[in-house]
């Protein structure tokens, strides 16, 4: 599929101005687990370091510090390939309370200067700036004083780059234009010429897929890009997603898209010692209550629970099943443990003996509300009662947990390095709540 791009005039934010005022303020905190790290031990500032979920040379960085990016170094680069880099490279072990306890220390200290609309992620917030502030001079004078502000009250080691544009959409794409520690304001007279300048892959929303997708389709930069209309956009991206870019390119403010959670999971890539499939089964096993406890404590059922896991060969191997609706930590571990030894007896017996677990995913999905929870006429009154009574013990499961501390009881054995894999995990778009560190 080839698009012409029309060769008439664009009609963006442009140098003649369109009148669209400035009406967002995007904050991005620049390598924010590196620099939580770095605010809290004052040996790893000035070095390049990098945060790892696991201590393994198997896994990648999720964070890296200005000195390592400077480096070349960045988020996705595998430990080892970033050894060879810089052998004096600091390995961090990710410590994901400590991200979640700034993240509100940073919320807090931007609250004290302009409302925030919205958490877009643990490192991300953007506020909707009213009328009395949204002049180029007021936006920028208000990003320093929120800017000191951290520095002062927060850590100088959390800094932050800063975008401001007609939308949010634009706000997060001036955000990421000059990092780090910058201010950048898209604003009706300088929109056009900062926009052409970006690669495709610098807007949010494109990646390495859409990007193909884009060049298939004859548009190979930004200028090609926006020269196109409503109808090419929703054709090159097959869905009503690329005319609310195009609208979002112009400075245009569209409601966000309705989001409902759909799942609940925990995932862990396992570090080499632990991956002879007996010791691979506890951890999975501790992920499922995990889950668990985080479905009771969200105020959700689930009716359907899915297993996988991916061998030191490369192997992908997964299994789901429809389940009784319901929270209840004993119910899934049943499901879990058959699972898992089907799983199992799916390999050839000579690859059974010596299989590597690498890493293993829990899920549990088909969510509805526990105020939508009925009895049926015709329920086995049984099942109801031993459901009921399960659902009761994990409750008590929980409370027990958030009282003293987690893993203070769980169900079954747990290999003595437990920490690794069962703290909660912060996810680029899903922030923990502070409670899920204790299950």
């Not at 052409?196 to 884009?214: C, K």
């Not at 030894?341 to 590597?356: E, H, I, M």
């Not at 009761?392 to 009282?403: F, G, M, P, T, V």
Request: glycine share 6%; with cysteine.
């Amino acid at each position: 599929m080839e698009i012409c791009a029309p060769k008439g005039p664009i009609h963006l934010l442009s140098d003649k101005g369109s009148g669209l005022a400035l009406r967002w303020m995007y904050i991005d905190f620049n390598s924010y687990f590196a620099s939580v790290e770095q605010q809290l031990d004052p040996r790893l500032r000035g070095y390049p370091v990098i945060v790892i979920p696991s201590a393994t040379e198997a896994t990648c960085a999720i964070a890296a510090s200005y000195e390592a990016k400077a480096l070349g170094i960045k988020t996705g680069t595998m430990v080892r390939d970033a050894l060879d880099i810089c052998p004096h490279l600091i390995t961090v072990m990710a410590r994901h309370d400590h991200y979640v306890r700034y993240h509100h220390l940073l919320l807090a200290e931007i609250e004290n200067r302009v409302p925030i609309s919205e958490v877009c992620s643990i490192d991300e917030a953007a506020c909707r700036l009213m009328d009395n502030e949204n002049t180029p001079e007021q936006v920028h004078a208000l990003a320093v004083r929120i800017k000191q502000g951290i520095a002062s009250r927060v850590g100088a080691y959390l800094r932050c780059s800063i975008g401001v544009a007609a939308n949010k959409y634009l706000a997060k794409v001036a955000a990421g234009m000059r990092k780090p520690d910058q201010v950048t304001i898209l604003d009706n007279d300088k929109a056009w010429e900062r926009l052409r300048q970006l690669e495709l892959r610098d807007l949010p929303g494109i990646g390495m897929a859409m990007e193909r997708r884009l060049i298939r389709a004859g548009i190979f930069c930004m200028d090609d890009l926006l020269r196109l209309d409503r109808r090419q956009m929703r054709t090159v991206w097959r869905s009503i997603h690329g005319e609310r870019m195009w609208y979002l390119l112009r400075g245009v403010e569209l409601a966000d898209d309705p989001v409902r959670r759909r799942s609940i999971g925990h995932s862990h890539v396992i570090a080499p010692v632990n991956r002879h499939p007996a010791r691979a089964r506890l951890i999975a096993k501790r992920l499922v209550q995990k889950a668990a406890s985080r479905l009771r404590r969200l105020g959700y059922d689930a009716s359907a629970f899915a297993l996988s896991m991916r061998t030191g060969d490369g192997k992908s191997l997964k299994r789901w099943t429809y389940t009784e609706s319901c929270q209840n930590t004993l119910h899934f571990l049943m499901h879990f443990q058959r699972m898992w030894t089907g799983l199992l007896s799916a390999l050839p017996p000579d690859q059974r003996k010596q299989v590597q677990v690498r890493k293993v995913s829990i899920q549990l999905f088909n969510l509805t509300p526990c105020a939508n929870r009925h009895a049926h006429l015709f329920d086995d009154v049984h099942e109801w009662s031993r459901q009921g009574r399960g659902e009761q013990l994990s409750h008590a499961l929980d409370r027990i947990n958030h009282r003293f501390g987690r893993d203070s009881i769980v169900i079954g054995m747990m290999p003595q390095d437990g920490r690794d894999f069962s703290e909660s995990k912060i996810a680029f778009t899903r922030i923990p709540d502070i409670k899920e560190f204790l299950e």
